[in-house]
């Protein structure tokens, strides 16, 4: 059967009353026929669920759809994308050991590494996403554990080349772990390439509609089942509702990242050409430095649009005054098209050395487009860039 086909009739076990859809299991713990069947269980020489903290079967059922759309063996998942990103890394590195990260990541992504692991004893040393196969071998320690990269990144949709950094991990034996948040399982599936682990913000596309968090994170049984032991006894569980939630989603994830691109893909190619607009960013287009290296990874461009107005802050304030149907949230990956501008608000807390490293700018604005008539999308963007100019040229005359 075709992927599609799987992440709608994965369910979990009918119960003896036929339901048609999947059930929630709001319950915080499982019962036991026999005294034999609990030692068993905490035994783990039979499967089953004790306890939603360890495993519940809405989550179950969410797990398995992520790993059949990821090629993966296994997945855990959490919370939210954040828990996914923290327990990828806590659970598999340890003091003395040194992670090379690509520089382009989102901003609390970057604080874990910098904030919370330098405190454990573990190193870091960031490369440029478009750094060369050289620089990337060049930032490789004897003691590198893990490879950690967002492609596409956030918010500079900047490209990793995960078969490059696949090669790299041959030699020198460390784990490639990928925040496949942007492109989703539909778009990239980063194991092909030789990734360990994909993570993701479910909260994002895989809802889809703003609702619910989550995360999750897929790949090999043996590294899964080292991030399992974390989070068991950490306690990042994800609800049941939530993972109810998320299951029912991903049934229309497909569809709706089809909508997602083509919208995206119209968007960035008119305001590339509006005189108001200084410069447009977007994967499938052919101005993007990695258009080749982004049509060899993905399917398609992705959801993400990011846009540079001339004007600073007093500029974005101007453009979004005048927007009449996004949404201004720090969010992304919703049904609705969302608007943010990362150096005031996702990447806030970066320092200005940072933020220039990463090309985030004071007119810097990034677009999750959603799933409205692009016509008028285009319109709406059209329009405000025009105003916002002129507003701008009004207030310095």
């Known amino acids: 059967m075709k992927k599609q086909t799987k992440a709608i009739r994965t369910q979990t076990k009918k119960s003896q009353y036929r339901e ?45 759809k992520i790993c059949m759309l990821e090629n993966a063996e296994e997945g855990i998942a959490t919370a939210t994308g954040m ?10 590195l340890k003091s003395g050991d040194h992670i090379v990260a690509c520089r382009a990541l989102f901003g609390s992504a970057h604080q874990i590494i910098t904030q919370i692991l330098n405190k454990w004893g573990i190193t870091h040393t960031y490369v440029d996403a478009t750094a060369t196969e050289a ?11 893990m490879v950690y990269l967002e492609t596409p990144s956030n918010p500079g949709l900047e490209l990793v080349d995960l078969t490059m950094l696949a090669r790299l991990k041959e030699k020198y034996g460390f784990i490639i772990n990928v925040d496949n948040c942007f492109a989703t399982p539909i778009l990239q599936n980063p194991i092909d390439f030789g990734a360990d682990l994909s993570v993701h913000s479910a909260t994002k ?7 619910v968090l989550g995360g999750i994170v897929v790949g090999s049984k ?8 974390f989070a068991r006894h950490t306690g990042p569980s994800m609800s049941p509702f939530n993972a109810w939630t998320l299951s029912k989603s991903i049934e ?21 050409q509006h005189p108001e607009v200084q410069s447009v960013k977007y994967p499938f287009l052919p101005s993007h430095p990695q258009y080749e290296l982004a049509k060899k990874q993905m399917h398609a461009g992705g959801s993400i649009v990011t846009i540079e107005l001339e004007g600073g802050f007093e500029r974005v304030k101007a453009f979004y005054d005048a927007l009449q149907i996004p949404s201004l949230s720090s969010n992304l990956g919703d049904t609705r098209t969302i608007v943010t501008n990362p150096n005031t608000t996702t990447h806030s807390k970066l320092k200005p050395d940072e933020k220039a490293a990463l090309g985030i700018t004071p007119g810097l604005i990034r677009i999750s487009v959603g799933l409205e008539a692009v016509e008028d999308l285009i319109e709406d ?14 207030a310095e005359a």
């Open 135 to 145: 620089e990337w071998e060049a930032a490789i320690q004897p003691n590198t554990r």
């Open 83 to 92: 828990a996914a990103v923290f327990a990828s890394m806590a659970a598999l």
């Open 20 to 64: 048609h859809s999947t059930p929630l299991f709001l319950t915080s713990s499982f019962t036991f026929e026999t005294a034999e069947q609990g030692k068993a269980l905490f035994e783990e020489t039979e499967e089953g669920n004790i306890y939603s903290r360890f495993s519940n079967p809405n989550v179950t059922e969410f797990v398995d």
């Open 205 to 211: 596309f895989m809802d889809g509609q703003g609702r």
């Open 222 to 229: 043996e590294l899964i089942a080292q991030i399992r032991f």
């Open 252 to 272: 229309t994830l497909e569809l709706r990242m089809e909508r997602h691109c083509s919208n995206a893909l119209k968007l960035a190619e008119a305001l590339e």
């Open 381 to 394: 963007f059209s329009q405000a860039a025009t105003v916002s100019a002129q507003v701008l040229k009004s």
